[in-house]
């Protein structure tokens, strides 16, 4: 599945990995948020933090009817107001795709995978 667009120059394919690392990259300069999670929660209840290179893993890109729905698994700041830092996480991603790649984003669903202590 990947966003497609047809011009009078070529054909335009964007994969769901390069909107996942888009998005990845706007949920990275969001305030209290420590970094993405895999999307599986380790054995003992804690959640992997994700490097750079790997944002594609903690998120998830499916198309509906009413757009493109993304699912973001985080790992949130001790400290800060979740609800808050979700709701910006929220808002800030779906600017960033419907700016960059000119497509609908109907839901952007957080899920909140650990809390971390940052020095």
């Keep these: 599945m990947s966003i497609e667009r047809n011009t009078k120059l ?3 394919k964007i994969s769901k990995e390069a909107i996942a690392t888009l998005a990845g990259g ?12 895999s999307q599986k929660i380790l054995k003992d ?5 994700l490097k750079k290179d790997n944002y594609g893993k903690g998120i998830v890109v499916n198309k ?11 790992i ?12 910006e996480v929220q ?3 779906k600017y960033e795709l419907e700016r960059s790649l000119d497509e ?4 952007i669903n957080v899920y909140v995978q650990g809390i971390r202590v940052v020095d």
């Design 45 to 49: 209840g804690f959640a992997e933090l």
């Design 64 to 74: 509906k009817e009413s757009g493109y729905e993304l699912d973001l698994f985080l």
């Design 26 to 37: 706007a949920v990275a300069e969001c305030y209290g948020v420590v970094g993405m999670a």
């Design 104 to 107: 609908e984003f109907g839901c």
């Design 76 to 87: 949130i700041s001790f400290g800060v107001k979740i609800s808050e830092v979700v709701f």
């Design 10 to 12: 070529g054909n335009v």
């Design 91 to 93: 808002k800030k991603v």
